[in-house]
């Protein structure tokens, strides 16, 4: 039996067919999913459709990435996330909890998705911004730079939040926003 130790200790995995990366025998990578050399999916986690996972991107937990999507170089995918769709995760970003990236979304930088955030369409969230709670991005929306966007905020259309703003409420209408120059 062959083993790889993932950070925890050695467990049961393989290196995949499509790019040789290491899997733990635990996760489920499809044969059409690439996982590069230096990447690594373990837990329980599922890479699966034409998605790619390269660099040193890590996808672990229950996470699931699919469809078209990517993560790469040091981005991480974890606990229940889902990353869907034509996605994008890259740098250091984290997409963790809940979170879902899907459509032609893009996270990257030192960027976090958490809770059960949603970030969608050709949404961008970069830098070192925070998308949490039941926060939903999409549509052309930008959030960057220190921004923090939560609770049951909603961003969307052609929207930039950025610098030190703090967006959250319970509705577009019923929305708060901090500006901290």
């Not at 809940?98 to 955030?117: E, F, I, M, P, Q």
């Amino acid at each position: 039996m062959t083993t790889f130790d993932f950070g925890n200790g050695p467990v049961p995995a393989h290196q995949h067919s499509d790019g040789g990366g290491w899997v733990a025998d635990s996760a489920r990578v499809a044969d059409t999913a690439y996982v590069g050399p230096d990447a690594r999916v373990y837990g329980n986690a599922w890479v699966y459709g034409d998605a790619l996972v390269f660099g040193n991107a890590r996808v672990f937990g229950n996470a699931q990435v699919y469809g078209n999507a990517e993560v790469f170089d040091n981005a991480r995918v974890y606990s229940n996330a889902r990353v869907a769709g034509n996605a994008l995760v890259s740098n250091k970003a984290r997409v963790f909890d809940n979170a879902w990236v899907s459509g032609d979304a893009k996270v990257y930088g030192k960027a976090r998705v958490s809770g059960t955030a949603l970030v969608s369409g050709y949404a961008q969230v970069y830098g070192d911004a925070w998308v949490s709670g039941t926060a939903l991005v999409y549509g052309n929306a930008q959030v960057s730079d220190n921004a923090l966007v939560y609770g049951y905020a909603q961003v969307c259309s052609d929207a930039r939040v950025y610098g030190n703003a703090r967006v959250y409420g319970y509705a577009e209408e019923d929305m708060f926003i901090e500006m901290n120059g």
